[in-house]
């Protein structure tokens, strides 16, 4: 009935607030005392009484006794001497973690009268802890073009101990790369900071390895160490280069298909993708492909389809081998094609008479020429008819021969010669070819063909004459009957003709006025290519006595053509590292013209990055190289566009254009960059596993793979890896595990954005853990006195303290009895209340109370807790002892956690 009817009745509360009550309010004093921790039990932290002025009697005589905050016994106290001692060795880490100073509060209680001793312990720390590296050994990768002063953020050492025992600096051990910077976070961690001195080489050393050691500020001081180890990532700094810039190779012209014919090596000194070389022509004719092609990965160069010296004698080839970042290098294959004896010798016959009479002594029956078009020995002929035969052979001027007759002719004895003429050529005669001709006496036949004869073969007989290309036909060239002295009218006469060496019909003769007239329009181009001078050689023929005049007509150019290149676009991928300075060869323009109409010059549009210098190739090709002249950036300019000119020699010049497409290929030259350095996010601590926390981002300017960015976490804890998790890819973060308040009130995490390239840079997340009401107060009893003396008033009855692990609001409580009863709350110091008896009491009207000391907290949905306590009157002629009860059993109801809302 009495718990029933106190639960109708009004509570009476007190509000705990969170002050320190002055010594008049509390009637108690204070102590300060200190120790060192990691000291043995038992060991002297001070005399008591003689600190608080008190009599070492009076603790006795008053029951003083010492009572924590937290319910440990750490302290003992010695009453007959005053002495107080340590019950336990103390950890200074374990008791207050990083906290400095590290307090313990305690009480002494003393009674008759009522009174409160604070004290409080300072455990002071001792260096009983070193630095330590979560890992033994840190991996940092490190690009080689990182320019000197790049700072690379390395894993913090813990120590344990605080104030100047802590974490004092920290070193590496000598090398010429780098040295240690140290940072203190906003948390007052101490980071190291590896900062780059001098620019790394991976070619030069493509790993480095040091000991980082921390110190603490201890005497003697403590350390830790660490291995760091750094891997240096190779950029493409390094271009091809071939191990011979010029490569000269013969070749058989016969050789087959598919033969070897060179293998050209580059070497790069880069790695990995950087060093993988391709091999390819560069700006090579159709001819030149067609006839070879290269193995992009060995270098071998194969015959493709047949050669032909008589042809192509040579071929210029420009090699090009690109890396794996778009640097490349060039060398040029000359191949002399080697002439073998693949040609027979030919005959050709100008003029033949059949029949002939027989009285005819020492006369010209026969005039032919003979021509070999291999080279060397392979082309020197040898001309014979059989030596049993009237007739015999005659050299006129080179491979021109005449067959005569030697002796008498007799019809009667033999009307018909059959004669063989051979021409055998000097490679062991082979090849030989025989033309048999018939010499009849009642049949004449003439032949006349175009004869090949060089202007060092003329002989006093000659003449040279000069004509334009594309001159009108019928044309006036010269008179050559007057140049040669011949009357006109023997021109007719003597059957005069013109004959030339390719059996073209260039020029014509007019027997009416011995004129030389052009018979058709001559193109030099397509007459002697690129040969210069360009001479055609012809013969004017007499007969009746037989008689040569060899002439020469040099055909001169005129500027009919432009300058052309081959393709209209040239694309160039070049690494925006390239060194200013740096030539890349271009495809030549192709211009048919000779002499100064021919190609003479280059020019590039104007532009801020590159010139153009011009090269002769050493075959007589002007090639222009475009020279970088200002450093590229790929951010600032990823493509440029530039007309290339090529331009002759003629007046007015003719030119040709071809546009010269420039890709600047990126290096990872950008570290990723986050949008803010510092990110702040607060979070309910009851937020569901799974939620999004907040998204990181980082941007890189670069593109492709190195501007590919990864989030993680950097040199977290157990507890954050624990906790959280970060999407890789996008940087989103989220909870993994529950949060507690009450636990760790806030998180500082390290995010590290990486990119392709292994450039990195770090952003600090800081996660404040807002508190909710989850936690009910609990309740402490220090001191009970179970039974009591009815005729006593002011008497202590219990002594406890209360707490909640909330925060603000959640964590303020109201601490109450019921209104009914003869007790009352009477606060002491912080959250420490004592029940004490308002009033005598009566036994016979009421021997027991059944108190109950409730406490709620104020948070939005309130909890509460309550400890329900029994207390019986004694009468005054039972003697009690007075005595406070040390027992801890009692009963205690907890109510369930109910909201107010």
Known sequence: MENGRADTLQIRQVLLLFVLLGMSQAGSESGHFSVAEEMQSGSFVGNLAKDLGLEVGELFSRGAQVVSNDNKRRLQLDINTGDLLLSESLDREELCGSTEPCVLHFQVLMKNPLQFLRIELQVRDINDHSPAFLEKEMLLEIPENSPVGAVFLLESAKDLDVGINALKNYTISPNSYFHIKMRVNPDNRKYPELVLDKALDYEEQSELSFILTAMDGGSPPRSGTATVRVMVVDTNDNSPEFEQPFYEVKIPENSLLGSLIVTVSASDLDSRKNGEISYSFSHASEDIRKTFEINQKSGEIILTSPMDFETTESYSIIIQATDGGGLFGKSTVRIQVMDVNDNAPEIAVSSITSPVPENLLEAVVMVFSIRDRDSGDNGKMICSVPEDLPFILKSSVENYYTLEIEGMLDRESQAEYNITITVTDLKLLEGAMEIKGELALRKRQVLILFVLLGLSEAGPESVRYSVAEETEVGSFVANLARDLGLGVEELSSREARVVSDDNEKHLQLDLRTGDLLLNEKMDREELCGSTEPCVLHFQMVLENPLQFFRAELQVTDINDHSPMFLDKQILIKISESTSIGTTFLMESAQDLDVGTNSLQNYTISPNSHFYIKIQDSGDGKLYPELVLDRALDHEEESELSLTLTALDGGSPPRSGTTFVLIKVLDINDNAPQFAQKLYEVQILENTPIGSWIITIFANDLDTG?????????????????????????????????????????????????????????????????????????????????????????????ALFSVRDQDSGENGRMVCSIQDDLPFYLKPTFKNFFTLVSEKALDRETRSEYNITITVTDLGTSRLKTQHNLTVTVSDVDVSGDGTLSHSYQYDVCLTGVFSDR
């Open 705 to 797: 793979n190195y501007g590919k960015i990864s989030y993680t976490f950097l040199h977290a804890s157990e507890d954050i890896r624990k906790t959280f998790e970060i999407n890789p890819i996008s940087g989103e973060i989220h909870l993994r595990s529950c949060l507690d308040f009450e636990v760790i009130q806030f998180y500082t995490i390290r995010i590290q954005a990486t990119d392709g390239g292994g450039l990195s840079e770090e952003c600090t997340l800081l996660v404040k853990i807002i508190d909710i009401n989850d936690n009910p107060p609990e309740v402490t009893i220090s001191s009970f006195t179970k039974s009591i003396p009815e005729n006593a008033s002011e008497t202590l009855v």
